[in-house]
C-alpha cells in the first residue's frame, strides 16, 4: 500500500468514526460491586478473586478511556455484613480517572448486600445529561431495589443519560443444568432492563479477557479502536 493510499484510509476511518468519538467524550460513571459475592472466586475455574480480576480488567481498559473523556467512580459495598446502605460516590468524574480508580478499589475488601438499584440512582443524580454510566455487577439487586422500575423513570425523566450494565458471571440460564448452582446466577431480565430502557448496551462476561473487552467497548470508543478480534455489543443481551 502506498503513502497516500494508507493516509486516505486512515482519514476515511476517522471520518467514520466522528459521531461515535463524540459520544465517547460524555461524562461517565463506574458503578463498581464491592459486595461480599465479589470476594468469591471468579468463573472460569481460577483461584482469583472476582474483585481481583475486576480490578485487573479495568486496569487494562481504563487507561485508553481516560484518553476520551472524564470518568467518575461511584460503589456499592464494602459494607457492613447483610447491609443494603453502602453506596458511595467516591468522586465525581475527573481527568486522568485511572489512577485514582484503581487506588479507591484497592484500598477496599468485599462486603455487604447488592443494592445496584440505589447505587445507579445516586450515580445518575451526580451526573449532568448528557452522560454515561457502566455499572459493573456480579449479582441481582439483594436489597429490595427495582432496577427495571428505575431504568424506566430515568427513560422518562433524564434524558441523555445512556447505562451500560455488565454482569460479571454466568446467567442463571446457563447454570440451570448444575443443582450445586440452583437460585444462583445473574437475572438476565432484572438487570438487562436498564440498559433496555435508556439505550445502553448489556453483556455478560465470565473471565477478565471478556470484562476487559466489556469495559472498552462501554468506556471507549470502539469504532476507533476496533479490530476483527475484539467482541462488538449490539443493544441486546451478549454473552461473551
Known amino acids: 500500500m502506498t503513502a497516500r493510499a494508507a493516509l486516505a484510509g486512515a482519514l476515511s476511518v476517522a471520518l467514520a468514526a466522528a459521531p461515535v468519538a463524540a459520544d465517547c467524550t460524555r461524562d461517565a460513571m463506574i ?5 461480599a459475592s465479589m470476594g468469591e472466586r471468579g468463573f472460569d475455574g481460577g483461584t482469583a478473586r ?13 487507561p485508553a478511556a481516560e484518553g476520551l473523556r472524564r470518568v467518575g467512580l461511584l460503589t456499592y459495598g464494602p459494607g457492613p455484613e447483610g ?15 485511572t489512577a485514582p480508580i484503581l487506588e479507591a478499589i484497592d484500598r477496599f475488601q468485599p462486603l455487604g448486600m447488592t443494592p445496584l438499584t440505589e ?22 439487586d439483594t436489597c429490595d431495589g427495582a432496577p427495571c422500575a428505575l431504568g424506566a423513570a430515568l427513560a422518562r425523566d433524564t434524558p441523555g443519560l445512556t447505562v451500560h450494565v455488565i454482569g460479571f458471571g454466568r446467567t442463571a440460564e446457563t447454570l440451570a443444568g448444575d443443582p450445586l448452582a440452583r437460585g444462583r446466577g445473574l437475572d438476565e431480565a432484572q438487570i438487562r432492563c436498564l440498559a433496555d ?44
Not at 447491609?83 to 480517572?97: E, G, I, K, T, Y
Request: include cysteine; proline fraction near 6%.
Open 31 to 35: 458503578v463498581f460491586d464491592g459486595s
Open 83 to 97: 447491609s443494603c446502605d453502602s453506596v458511595r460516590l467516591r468522586f465525581a468524574p475527573v481527568p486522568n480517572a
Open 119 to 140: 447505587a445507579v440512582r445516586t450515580a445518575a443524580t451526580a451526573l449532568s445529561p448528557p452522560a454515561t454510566i457502566v455499572l459493573l455487577t456480579d449479582g441481582n
Open 50 to 62: 472476582r474483585i481481583d480480576e475486576a480490578r485487573s480488567a479495568l486496569a487494562r481498559a481504563l
Open 197 to 240: 430502557a435508556t439505550g445502553g448496551l448489556f453483556a455478560v462476561a465470565a473471565t477478565v479477557e471478556d470484562l476487559t473487552a466489556a469495559l472498552t467497548e462501554t468506556l471507549g470508543c470502539p469504532l476507533i479502536g476496533w479490530n476483527e478480534n475484539t467482541p462488538a455489543l449490539a443493544n441486546r443481551g451478549v454473552e461473551f
